[in-house]
């Protein structure tokens, strides 16, 4: 079964960054579309970024284009999320997610394996 272990958040000022990393145990995730999801508090879970199994293609949320990269090691069986210039309304719980499916998206009912998060605050 696949296990999935968010790490990386943390407290950052407005502009600063943080690299979130999602490991991954139990399944290669060769074969896997992953996402980065973010829920902050009262809100519903959104989608931030997700990349096809193959890397292919890559989508953003538009709160995010510009600012955020997603990318994988299938060696190490991992799934980053590199967050620049961030702002105070990115603090949120984050998220990563896996699908079989091989397209990417941004809804949550789309994804079979979650992790169990990694808070973001952004505040100075």
């Known amino acids: 079964q696949l296990q999935l272990v968010e790490s990386g958040g943390g407290l950052v000022q407005p502009g600063g960054s943080l690299r979130l990393s999602c490991a991954a145990s139990?399944?290669?995730?060769?074969?896997?579309?992953m996402g980065w999801f973010r829920q902050a508090p009262g809100k519903e879970r959104e989608g931030v970024s997700c990349?096809?199994?193959?890397?292919?293609?890559?989508n953003y949320a538009d709160s995010v284009k510009g600012r955020f990269t997603i990318s994988r090691d299938n060696a190490k069986n991992t799934v980053y999320l590199e967050m620049n210039s961030l702002k105070p309304e990115d603090t949120a719980v984050y998220f990563c997610?896996?699908?079989?499916?091989?397209?990417?998206?941004?809804?949550?009912?789309?994804?079979?394996?979650w992790g169990q998060g990694t808070q973001v605050t952004v505040s100075s």
């Open positions: 997610a896996a699908r079989t499916g091989y397209y990417c998206s941004d809804v949550p009912h789309d994804f079979g394996s």
């Open positions: 990349i096809m199994s193959s890397g292919g293609r890559i």
């Open positions: 139990g399944r290669t995730l060769d074969y896997y579309t």
